[in-house]
């Protein structure tokens, strides 16, 4: 289908999307603490810089909480990006140790302890 709308024939490995999707998701839960701080400096990121398309300070503090509310959701969109670059070294390391079988199911094993780290950790702070 796709090779129909463009003149070039390109190859998509899915077993690499599928394995550094799963490293990312993983290294997201477990590192929950440093994807909160990601997203918060993006906001912060993205806050300053809509500020200087702003020449009048009334429009400005008029839409503000709009603005915050969508870059906000932005950031939350933008946060995984560092997650994914690392997941695919995480997954590309796995591929050259233990072969392209194992990618896969190494990151869904990830994917289950992170999940269950965080479970724990989220009812440790609760109590």
Not at 64 to 74: H, I, K, L, T, V
Not at 97 to 108: D, H, K
């Amino acid at each position: 289908m796709l090779s129909d709308l463009l003149p070039f024939n390109f190859h998509l490995d899915t077993t690499a999307i599928a394995g550094t999707g799963m490293w990312a998701l993983a290294l997201y839960l477990g590192l929950s603490s440093v994807s909160s701080w990601v997203m918060e400096q993006l906001t912060r990121w993205f806050n300053f810089a809509e500020r200087s398309l702003y020449t009048s300070v009334e429009e400005f503090d008029r839409t503000r909480p709009a603005r915050e509310s969508q870059n906000a959701f932005y950031a939350s969109m933008f946060s995984i990006v560092p997650f994914l670059l690392v997941g695919s070294l995480c997954n590309y390391g796995v591929e050259l140790s233990l072969g392209r079988s194992w990618a896969i199911s190494m990151g869904m094993m990830a994917c289950i302890g992170c999940g269950i780290y965080e479970l724990g950790r989220r009812d440790g702070q609760s109590e």
